[in-house]
């Protein structure tokens, strides 16, 4: 048998909405970007949707539009995927880089405190809801709102998710949402950018597209004449496609149901894989139902049979899909180099990073493809 990594599925009315798009004969941003934006802020509870081109997209905008800039620090968790820290990059300043809660992979406030404690400069975080589940989102604003330092949440990972009764998109400055191809939905590349505060989603909506102020398709619509726009900033070119958001409106229609059916596989590997030594499983704190469960790791620890090169090279031979989240930013040559980053500063992370491997995880994997991968999983790592 032959395991994938991830399957997207795309068997609804996505070919059905693309048509639509194609039909219309406008496939830039339009009507279903405008519905997408309508209906996912819905969903999350945030009051401004913007939907960009990928995560990546909307973490730049979030900085830009809360005014982070040139000599700015920004605190980062190191467990996480490059886009997190680069857009702090991008707009000039300073990634400062916190270690991660062994086990569940978050950020958590106590390590923000003290990160503020030793870099009063510190203007914004970004808080990574790793894996899925939520970071704790009160006491991480306790921090954060007396000192003035604003919350850039990369919920990546993280929907549909909720944290104390509240979706994710609901609680920080900011909440950028990624739907790449392997996401918990997906436009293929795109993202969304959510936030309640009016000032920033108008100044976001506005360096989406170059720093016109109006959209493309107010433009050709709206009775101002079409060829008259004005630049009052030298934005960017990051708005979604009609023909993305088709994608991304038909998955959204699916998404309790892809929500339900990867913590059905998470619930399976979490009793299935328990007790095996030296293998720790993730740490949840949330209720099931909260969790998004975008993948599912386990973390060799030494005492285990194999080590993570051995047990990836079974699970190859196996024909198990996998993949690796994350190896940390601190290891990464351009953090490390240029922040001269030492391993010791982040004992957590190098625990997690030396011994994880994440398994297959998608909606409509099938009981014999779960049975398999654990069976396979078991065999490898159970006492010989
Ligand atoms: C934590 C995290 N942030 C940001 C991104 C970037 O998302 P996108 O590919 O939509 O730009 C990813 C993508 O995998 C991610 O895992």
Redesign the pocket.
């Known amino acids: 048998m032959k395991v994938p990594f991830c399957r997207v599925d795309c068997s609804s009315n996505e070919v059905k909405y693309v048509q639509e798009v194609l039909a219309s004969g406008w496939l830039t941003t339009a009507g279903k970007t405008f519905e997408f934006e309508k209906r996912f802020g819905t969903a999350v509870g945030g009051k401004h949707a913007i939907a960009v081109n ?6 730049h905008l979030a900085l830009e539009a809360v005014g982070i800039g040139p000599g700015d620090e920004v605190l980062v968790p190191t467990l ?2 490059t ?2 820290a680069e857009v702090v990059r991008y707009v000039g300043a300073d990634p400062i880089f916190v270690d991660m809660e062994y086990g569940s992979g978050l950020i958590t406030a106590p390590s923000i405190q003290d990160a503020l404690e030793s870099h009063p400069k510190v203007k914004a975080v970004m808080v ?1 809801h ?1 894996a899925g589940q939520a970071a704790n989102m009160p006491a991480i604003l306790d921090v954060c709102r007396p000192r003035g330092v604003r919350v850039v949440e ?1 919920a ?2 993280a929907f549909p998710t909720r944290c104390a009764g509240r979706m994710i998109g609901s609680w920080g400055d900011i909440t ?1 949402f ?3 191809a ?2 918990t939905i997906t436009t293929g ?3 969304m950018l959510v936030t309640d505060d009016e000032s920033l989603a108008k100044r976001a909506r506005v360096m989406r597209l170059h720093g016109i102020d109006r959209d493309i398709w107010n433009r050709f619509t709206a009775s101002r004449p079409s060829w008259e726009y004005d630049v009052v900033a030298p934005g960017f070119k990051y708005n979604l496609s009609d023909l993305a958001a088709a994608v991304g409106l038909a998955q959204l229609e699916r998404a309790y149901e892809f929500r339900d059916q990867r913590q059905a596989v998470a619930k399976r590997y979490l009793s299935a894989l328990a007790g095996l030594p030296g293998v720790d499983l993730p740490m949840v704190h949330s209720v099931p139902e909260d969790h998004a469960w975008h993948f599912f790791w386990i973390v060799l620890q030494p005492e285990a049979r194999l080590n993570r090169d051995a047990f990836i090279e079974g699970l190859m031979a196996r024909e198990i899909g996998f993949s690796v ?1 994350y190896k940390p930013l601190h290891h990464m040559t351009y953090y490390k180099e240029r922040y001269h980053l030492r391993p010791e500063d982040f004992p957590n992370a190098e625990r997690h990073w030396r011994g994880c491997v994440s398994l297959p995880l998608y909606p409509g994997m099938t009981e014999a493809e779960l049975d398999y991968v654990i069976h396979e999983v078991r065999s490898l790592l159970s006492p010989s």
């Not at 990928?54 to 973490?59: F, G, I, N, P």
């Open positions: 990928s995560c990546t997209a909307a973490l996480t995927f886009a997190t990574v790793f990369d990546a990972h950028c990624s739907f790449y392997n996401k590349e795109g993202g989240h």
